[in-house]
């Protein structure tokens, strides 16, 4: 077996949809995506979906195509083969009124330097006013969504003169101005200093929850992604390897946990299959002695390392190309 | 279509408020004065030369020609370099990723661009009097000179936006100036046309700056000096027909050019060119 999938025997997430809503409903759905440049199979048969109001987070190695996985998805780039289902569209045919549903995060570099950044705002926002739906009035209003992201005192600021974790914000906010129903963030947080991150961090968990918002990231940050994220999705070798909650993922990965404490000054280390029993029988052996007790589960790190190296392994062995084949595909 | 036009509409905004940006920005105009300044010096130095076998100024000669090569100039190169610069900064992949944002970017940037030509058309013909001889005041220099603005900047600006799309990068963006340059050296500007070698005026006259700049002296200089010109005339018909002809190419080929541009912007092409650029900085 190569690829570890086990979206199908998934409860619904802890927290989204809430319940008695139409849960159900896909906004992405992509099955065996394929994508091929030249002689190197990019994606190899990408399957995952999401429902509205989770929030997804692609992880993966460098060139393991969650760039590509995006921008497809986006419709800013064709794909070779397979099914894909954006908002009950496909990305390659979607016209106007379906791009208007969809926010879309960019990095930006020096565009639009000598705009203010409310002047900006206010001007992209103007191109969704026509597509505002009951419930959804398009677009966000301009000084609500400076304050949401932080610029308020940078609203007659011109870009050019913001700083770079400033445009970041302003960056979100572009995305985000036509209130979409689902929102792409590639490497969002990369730049961002803890302060600025904790911030972002509290903007997608609002976004997801009062506007209801879908939204997929890409990030290289695990904890990161651990915090926002309802699913994770590991994507290696063109292929999704893994598929859900941080907690699933690692509980999948290794049943065990390390069980550290310390006796009479001398500390201890154990690696238990069922770890409650184990502290339970410790406390009745050892009772009041027992101290600075901590029980770990195999962190994400751990476990997104482990699976990426095991997938590697695994189409290393399938195609002997395998593991030139992932290092040699960049973006 | 609603949208669309909605869109246009949009655009139209934003050119004016790029306008109003690039009016309001210490480089962009201290750029501005510096190649006026330079301009109108050669243009003041030349006032007592007299265009060869007449009584009359070349510096005056020279203001009508540059009035019918800014408009070239602009719709070609300005917009041209424009696009490339703006496609490489991450511009155009905003516009895509907006409803209808292709539509109200290209109607910005031609609107920004029109309005530097009319512009820097308001500002030369303030300095005409400084020269004699050029009839401002005429009804008729008004009814040529629209036409010929107006015509040019159809014939110039789709063309442009062709050219903005072709070339790879920000930095061929200057190859673009360069080309245009060279084309202006041969196109009867700064003296006339007849006195070039007889397959250079040829090849002038393929290309707009020429009958732009004929079409400009046309409306401003005095009947007499079509003298000076090829076939000791005007040539209203062929300056229209090759403008003409020129608005039809650019208007065919830019939708479909522009349109393969478009479709190409993505997140990633954008950060490989940022890559390079950083490079050649570095």
Same mark, same amino acid.
């Given at each position: 077996m190569s690829v570890l999938n086990w979206s199908g025997i998934l409860s619904a997430p802890l927290t989204r949809p809430a319940p008695g809503e139409p849960a159900e409903e896909l906004v992405l759905d992509v099955r065996d995506l394929r994508m091929r440049y030249g002689r190197a199979d990019v994606l190899d048969g990408v399957t995952f979906s999401a429902r509205r109001g989770e929030v997804l987070a692609l992880l993966g190695p460098n060139g393991a195509g969650k760039t590509t996985?995006?921008?497809?998805?986006?419709?800013?780039?064709?794909?070779?083969?397979?099914?894909?289902?954006?908002?009950?569209?496909?990305?390659?045919?979607?016209?106007?009124?379906?791009?208007?549903?969809?926010?879309?995060?960019?990095?930006?570099?020096?565009?639009?330097?000598?705009?203010?950044?409310?002047?900006?705002?206010?001007?992209?926002?103007?191109y969704y006013a026509p597509y505002t739906a009951p419930g959804r009035p398009r677009p966000w209003d301009v000084d609500?969504?400076?304050?949401?992201?932080?610029?308020?005192?940078?609203?007659?600021?011109?870009?050019?003169?913001?700083?770079?974790?400033?445009?970041?914000r302003l960056d979100?906010?572009?995305?985000?101005?036509?209130?979409?129903?689902?929102?792409?963030?590639?490497?969002?947080?990369?730049?961002?200093?803890?302060?600025?991150?904790?911030?972002?961090?509290?903007?997608?968990?609002?976004?997801?929850?009062?506007?209801?918002?879908?939204?997929?990231?890409?990030?290289?940050?695990?904890?990161?992604?651990?915090?926002?994220?309802?699913?994770?999705?590991?994507?290696a070798g063109g292929r999704i390897i893994a598929d859900g909650s941080a907690d699933e993922l690692s509980r999948r990965?290794?049943?065990?946990?390390?069980?550290?404490?310390?006796?009479?000054?001398?500390?201890?280390?154990?690696?238990?299959?069922?770890?409650?029993?184990f502290v339970r029988d410790l406390f009745r052996q050892y009772g009041e002695s027992v101290e600075d007790l901590e029980?770990?589960?195999?962190?994400?790190?751990?476990?997104?390392?482990?699976?990426?190296?095991?997938?590697?392994?695994?189409?290393?062995?399938?195609?002997?190309?395998?593991?030139?084949?992932?290092?040699?595909?960049?973006? | 279509m609603n949208a669309g036009w909605a869109a246009a509409r949009l655009g139209a905004r934003r050119g004016w408020i790029e306008l109003k940006h690039s009016f309001t920005n210490v480089n962009d105009l201290v750029t501005l004065a510096i190649f006026t300044g330079i301009l109108l010096a050669v243009m003041l130095w030349t006032r007592t030369t007299t265009v060869p076998g007449t009584h009359f100024s070349l510096g005056a000669t020279m203001m009508a020609s540059m009035i019918g090569m800014n408009v070239g100039f602009n719709g070609l190169a300005t917009l041209g370099g424009l696009l490339a610069v703006e496609r490489e900064d991450g511009t155009l992949l905003?516009?895509?990723?907006?409803?209808?944002?292709?539509? #109200?970017?290209? *109607?910005?940037?031609?609107?920004?661009?029109?309005?530097?030509? !009319?512009?820097?058309? &308001?500002?030369?013909? %303030? +300095?005409?009097?400084?020269?004699?001889?050029?009839?401002?005041?005429?009804?008729?220099?008004?009814?040529?000179?629209?036409?010929?603005?107006?015509?040019?900047?159809?014939?110039?600006?789709?063309?442009?936006a062709v050219l903005g799309s072709l070339i790879p990068n920000a930095r061929s963006a200057g190859l673009l100036t360069l080309a245009s340059g060279g084309l202006i050296a041969i196109s009867g500007i700064f003296y006339p046309i007849t006195h070039l070698p007889h397959w250079l005026q040829w090849v002038g006259q393929v290309f707009p700056f020429y009958w732009?700049?004929?079409?400009?002296?046309?409306?401003?200089?005095?009947?007499?000096?079509?003298?000076?010109?090829?076939g000791h005339s005007w040539r209203h018909l062929a300056t229209f027909g090759v403008? #003409?002809?020129? *608005?039809?190419?650019?208007?065919?080929?830019?939708?479909?050019? !522009?349109?393969?541009? &478009?479709?190409?912007? %993505? +997140?990633?092409?954008?950060?490989?060119?940022?890559?390079?650029?950083?490079?050649?900085?570095?």
């Open positions: 996985t995006i921008e497809i998805l986006e419709g800013f780039r064709m794909r070779s083969a397979g099914q894909v289902s954006v908002l009950g569209t496909d990305p390659a045919h979607g016209g106007e009124a379906w791009r208007a549903r969809i926010g879309v995060v960019l990095q930006s570099w020096r565009d639009h330097a000598k705009w203010q950044v409310r002047e900006l705002l206010a001007h992209l926002g103007s609500e969504l400076i304050a949401t992201v932080g610029l308020a005192g940078q609203a007659r600021q011109r870009v050019r003169r913001l700083s770079g974790g400033q445009r970041r979100v906010a572009i995305g985000i101005v036509g209130r979409p129903e689902l929102l792409f963030l590639d490497e969002p947080t990369a730049g961002f200093d803890p302060e600025a991150r904790r911030e972002f961090h509290d903007l997608v968990h609002r976004l997801a929850d009062r506007e209801d918002a879908t939204i997929l990231l890409t990030t290289h940050d695990l904890d990161e992604a651990e915090k926002l994220a309802d699913r994770i999705l590991i994507l990965m290794s049943t065990q946990a390390e069980v550290r404490w310390s006796r009479d000054g001398q500390r201890f280390v154990h690696s238990a299959d069922e770890p409650t029993k029980i770990r589960r195999a962190s994400l790190e751990d476990t997104y390392m482990a699976m990426v190296r095991q997938a590697e392994t695994e189409s290393g062995r399938a195609d002997g190309t395998g593991r030139r084949r992932l290092s040699a595909v960049s973006g | 905003r516009a895509k990723a907006i409803p209808h944002g292709m539509t #109200g970017y290209l *109607a910005g940037k031609v609107v920004t661009v029109s309005g530097m030509i !009319l512009i820097s058309v &308001a500002t030369t013909l %303030a +300095g005409a009097f400084l020269f004699s001889g050029l009839s401002v005041g005429r009804v008729s220099t008004w009814l040529t000179l629209i036409p010929v603005l107006l015509l040019g900047l159809v014939a110039t600006l789709p063309i442009g732009l700049g004929l079409g400009m002296r046309s409306a401003l200089l005095p009947a007499h000096l079509a003298s000076v010109e090829i403008l #003409g002809a020129w *608005a039809v190419i650019g208007l065919v080929l830019a939708p479909v050019v !522009l349109r393969r541009m &478009a479709r190409r912007e %993505a +997140g990633s092409s954008v950060a490989a060119r940022r890559e390079k650029a950083m490079l050649r900085v570095g």
